[in-house]
Every structure is written in C-alpha cells, then in structure tokens.
C-alpha cells in the first residue's frame, strides 16, 4: 500500500524518506483499523451499436472505452469497492488534527481500496478457471459516463449490501468507494485502456499538470 499511496501524493520511488516513513505509518494504523469490502456479480454481455449492453442489470455501456476494453467479452462483471463509513470518519477526525498527516491518510485510503479491487479480480479469476480478465474501468473513466454510477450500484444492491449510495452528481458515498466494470473472456486479454489520455480527471488532475502520473 506503501508506494501507491507516494505516488497518488505525487512522490513515488524517489520520496523523501522521512515522508515514507509517514506513509508507512499511515499505511499500517489504517489496515488495522479499516478493511475494504466487495460485491460484484457477472453479468452476460452483448454487443449493441451504441456500445455493449449487460441485459439482466439493463444497463447499456456506451462509448469507444467500453468498445475497446469489452470487444471479444461474452461477460461482463459488476464490481464495487467501499471502505465504509468508518474511513470517512476517521479522515474527518485527521483533518481537524492534522491537516498533512490527513493528505497521507487520504493517499492511504485510495490506495487500501484499490487493493480491495484487486482482491476482487484475483478472487474472480479463481471463481472462472479458464477464463481472462480485462483491466477494470469506470464510470467517468475515458468517455464511460458518469451517470452509470446509479444503474451499476443498482444491479449490485450497494446501498444495502455495503451502504454505499449515489449522490446527485453522481458521486459515490463512503468517499472511498470504487464501482467499476472488468470484461471477462476466453482468451488472455492486454491491458488495452492506460494512461492520462483516457482518464476524465486529466484537465484537473495536480500530478498531469506538473508533468508526472498517478500510474494508471
């Protein structure tokens, strides 16, 4: 968890090492208080015109993003991250403390719930032998729309199963949930979707303006 959160702060490899330590503190106090939970389901996948459509969860994905990452996926699935309440709480109480030791608890978060994606992916492809993942994408992700948010929490029973919920712009509460959707195929499948160039956060995003990257 360490070194994504140094490089969602911006510093990655090359950090200070008096910041690390910090992070690695942060890192530590954080997975003993704080666990991510998961629910996802897979969904069959069908290719329309506008882009490919899930038809048990009605939703349609639309856009060259979910064409490039889904052609060749007879499936898809469903998947959202959360770090609960719990997460948030604890940040509101750093940010009254400590406002650069909340930045690191922050960084700590993105990075604990990402690993919680992971964990999901790697428990899918033990669920699918013979089976290929795509990289996960999301909602706001390249040009996959935003508004998704409400249909794809909807298929998973979100708000009742991990108390997640959509706001009206869209946004995801916990703060630190994840929805997203990973293609799944009979054939390996490259990592066909990275980079600052698909990611709708790029004109706003400090680290791309500065001239670095998340990783991503």
């Keep these: 968890m360490t070194l994504e959160a140094l490089r969602y702060l911006g510093a990655g490899r090359g950090a200070p090492e008096e910041l690390r330590q910090s992070v690695e503190r942060a890192a530590q106090e954080l997975s003993g208080q704080v666990k991510p939970r ?10 329309e015109q506008e882009g490919f459509s899930l038809p048990q969860a009605g939703l349609l994905l639309t856009g060259q993003t979910a064409r490039t990452m889904l052609t060749g996926c007879a499936q898809a699935a469903l998947l959202c991250c959360t770090l609960g309440a719990r997460f948030d709480a604890l940040l509101r109480a750093c940010q009254v403390r ?23 992916q790697e428990e899918m492809v033990q669920l699918l032998p013979g089976k290929f993942l795509t990289d996960r994408f999301s909602p706001g992700y390249g040009d996959l729309p935003l508004p998704l948010q409400q249909g794809l929490c909807a298929a998973l029973d979100a ?20 929805t997203a959707v990973v293609g799944i195929s009979g054939k390996p499948q490259p990592a066909r979707v990275r980079g600052c160039a698909f990611c709708s956060m790029r004109e706003r995003c400090t680290l791309y303006k500065g001239g670095k990257t998340c990783g991503v």
């Design 38 to 47: 998961y629910v996802y389901r897979i969904f069959s996948l069908e290719p």
């Design 98 to 120: 400590d406002m650069a030791q909340a930045v690191i608890l922050d960084a700590c978060g993105s990075a604990l719930v990402e690993e919680g994606c992971d964990a999901a």
């Design 159 to 178: 708000s009742r199963r991990l108390g997640v919920h959509v706001t009206r712009q869209y946004l995801l509460n916990p703060g630190k949930t994840v």
